[in-house]
Structure formats: C-alpha cells, structure tokens
T-cell receptor, first 111, second 117 residues
Framework: DAKTTQPNSMESNEEEPVHLPCNHS???????IHWYRQLPSQGPEYVIH???SNVNNRMASLAIAEDRKSSTLILHRATLRDAAVYYC????????????FGKGTLLTVNP | GAVVSQHPSWVICKSGTSVKIECRSL??????MFWYRQFPKQSLMLMAT?????????EQGVEKDKFLINHASLTLSTLTVTSAHPEDSSFYIC?????????????FGEGSRLTVL
C-alpha cells in the first residue's frame, strides 16, 4: 500500500485557517486520498476525500497537487472542537475499503 | 448520516475471562465491517475484516483464536476477546460500510475501551 507522510503535530489559533499537509509520493492512479480525524477517546470521523480535483464540503477543503504526490487539508476557521489527530490515508479504488492508518497529525487549537 | 454504534463503551474484566464487544450499523446494512485496536498514544491498527455471512480475514500477527469475530447479520458484528490478559487492554474500534452505496466515507463506532485486570 502506498504510504503517506504527515507532520507529527501542528498548532493553530482559533478562528484562523489551518493547512494540514500530506505527502504521498508513491500514490497510484487509482488511489483516493481520504482524510479522517479522531477526537480524544472517540472513533475516527470522516472529513473529506478526493481523487484528482480539489474538493469542498461543510467541514473542510481538500487541495490536491497536480501530480497528486501531495495534498493539503484546509480548515477555513479552526475552532477548539477541531483539535484532534488528522489522518491522511490512501484507499485504492475498487478495493474492499480497508483503511490503513498512519500516525497522523495532532492539531492543537489555541483559544 | 449513517451511524455505527458499539457496546459496551467501556468494560473492565478479570484476567482469563472473555469479553464480547458488539458493533451495530443503525440505519444501513453493513456488508463489510472492520475491527481496529488502538493502544494509548498510538494509531489505529487493523485487526480483521469481516464480511456478512463469511469468515473474517485477519491481519498478520492477529490471533484468530483469541479475537473471535462474528458477522452473522447485516447490522451486527461481534468481537470476542477470549481469555483476556492485561496486554489485551486497549481501545477497540469498529467501522462499517456497505458495498452498494459506498460514497467514500467509512463509518466508525465510538470505540470500546477494554481494561483487563
């Protein structure tokens, strides 16, 4: 499975935008880029996913590099409730939907 | 959105006993369910994949006789930790999806925290 690389931790201030990077240089053409987040003592929560084009939803935006070797999760206005571990995961299209979690990025949001 | 529920949320048991954790999809039929384990300050580790009506597929290094998984219906999968020991203490999380309406989103339960004394 193609791997992803994320910073161990990031810090932001409340109500400011946050850009969470992810490198996936060995991504294949059929790999979807998924983002999940996990709040303390809870199961992961879906954030967003994409294949080639940038994506927007009510939670976040996903910016995908043209060569698809990296992507950035954008939280437009961070809130204290966004403090979590964010996981960038590749899922192969047509697979059995198995997610392999890396270490993720621990996002701290300062009031 | 779709909801996956786990029960119990937390359980404490004595060493040597067996513990069953349930994972239910509340408003959709889960053709595939996944079981993960997470130790403190670590990431989720996939233990097994279960498809309704068939035997679970275990990841390398996971003992199938110790972690019994049953997916007898489209809305329920169970994980039984047999003869639990303190090293089995962990946060167990299930996720579920349905092949018919996959939208790219997997749904996770709230997790079950097991403490073995």
């Amino acid at each position: 499975d193609a791997k992803t690389t994320q910073p161990n931790s990031m810090e932001s201030n409340e109500e400011e935008p946050v850009h969470l990077p992810c490198n996936h240089s060995t991504i294949s053409g059929t790999d979807y880029i998924h983002w999940y987040r996990q709040l303390p003592s809870q199961g992961p929560e879906y954030v967003i996913h994409g294949l080639t084009s940038n994506v927007n939803n009510r939670m976040a935006s996903l910016a995908i590099a043209e060569d698809r070797k990296s992507s950035t999760l954008i939280l437009h206005r961070a809130t204290l409730r966004d403090a979590a571990v964010y996981y960038c995961i590749l899922m192969r299209g047509g697979s059995n939907y198995k997610l392999t979690f890396g270490k993720g990025t621990l996002l701290t949001v300062n009031p | 959105g779709a909801v996956v529920s786990q029960h119990p949320s937390w359980v404490i048991c004595k060493s040597g006993t067996s513990v069953k954790i349930e994972c239910r999809s509340l408003d959709f039929q889960a053709t595939t369910m996944f079981w993960y384990r997470q130790f403190p300050k670590q990431s989720l580790m996939l233990m097994a994949t279960s498809n309704e009506g068939s035997k679970a597929t275990y990841e390398q290094g996971v003992e199938k006789d110790k972690f019994l998984i049953n997916h007898a219906s489209l809305t329920l999968s169970t994980l039984t930790v047999t003869s639990a020991h303190p090293e089995d203490s962990s946060f167990y999380i299930c996720s579920a999806t349905t092949s018919g309406l996959f939208t790219g989103e997997l749904f996770f339960g709230e997790g079950s925290r097991l403490t073995v004394l």
